[in-house]
């Protein structure tokens, strides 16, 4: 069963940096193929992919916030963390991990609960 | 930068076919993925590959892709298919992109 759960702080305050840790199970990011990706939907909004690293350490960000983001591994505890650096009040949203796998394409084919991050002093 | 084109809201009768839309340039060259986030959840892949299901998803969920237009069709629709609709593809120049969304509605 292949499981994704994100994990930080539900309230940072402006231009602090925040910090989100993905913590998964079911599959190993040393498989080839696959990668695990940060996704946020602002309240009300869409869907915004921000950032993702593959099993050979490969790692894509989104053009808009890639001056703001950093995606990093620790393999042996099955976890992805993501920091986004000068957070602002339009930062506030549901931020999602997903999993990669090219079997599936370039698609998010398992999907953590979100975790919701306002961003408010 | 590449864009997705969804409509807002589409609704079909309970029973019937919904079929929502994704515009974008010459989208029938890319592959198109489709979510469904029903509302408090997550979004969950429900199209991979422009037409291909993945484990668990009802055949009444179909996909096609074809010049500027991706298509999302959901035969007999049911109430549990209320939910937002999101489409998504990968570019070279934004990586991946995701459509507005479409809230569909079950009458």
């Known amino acids: 069963q292949i499981t994704l759960k994100e994990s930080g702080p539900t309230l940072v305050t402006p231009t602090q940096t925040l910090t989100l840790t993905c913590t998964f199970s079911?599959?190993?990011?040393?498989?080839?193929?696959?990668?695990v990706g940060w996704i946020r939907q602002p309240p009300g909004k869409a869907l915004e992919w921000l950032a993702l690293?593959?099993?050979?350490?490969?790692?894509r960000y989104s053009p808009s916030l890639k001056n703001r983001l950093t995606i990093t591994k620790d393999t042996s505890k099955n976890q992805v963390v993501l920091t986004m650096t000068n957070m602002d009040p339009v930062d506030t949203a549901t931020y999602y991990c997903?999993?990669?796998?090219?079997?599936?394409?370039?698609?998010?084919?398992?999907w953590g609960q979100g975790t919701l991050v306002t961003v408010s002093s | 930068s590449y864009e997705l084109t969804q409509p807002l809201s589409v609704s079909v009768a309970l029973g019937q076919t919904a079929r929502i839309t994704c515009g974008g340039n010459?989208?029938?060259?890319?592959?198109v993925y489709w979510y469904q986030q029903k509302p408090g959840q997550a979004p969950a892949l429900v199209i991979y590959?422009?037409?291909n299901r993945p484990s668990g998803i009802p055949e009444r969920f179909s996909g096609s892709n074809s010049g500027n237009t991706a298509t999302l069709t959901i035969s007999r629709a049911q109430a549990g298919d209320e939910a937002d609709y999101y489409c998504?593809?990968?570019?070279?120049?934004?990586?991946?992109?995701f459509g507005g969304g479409t809230k569909l509605t079950v009458l």
């Open positions: 997903a999993r990669a796998y090219t079997q599936h394409g370039d698609s998010f084919d398992y």
């Open positions: 079911g599959f190993s990011l040393s498989t080839s193929g696959v990668g």
């Open positions: 690293l593959y099993w050979d350490d490969d790692k």
């Open positions: 010459n989208i029938g060259s890319k592959n």
């Open positions: 590959r422009n037409s």
């Open positions: 998504q593809v990968w570019d070279s120049s934004t990586a991946w992109v």
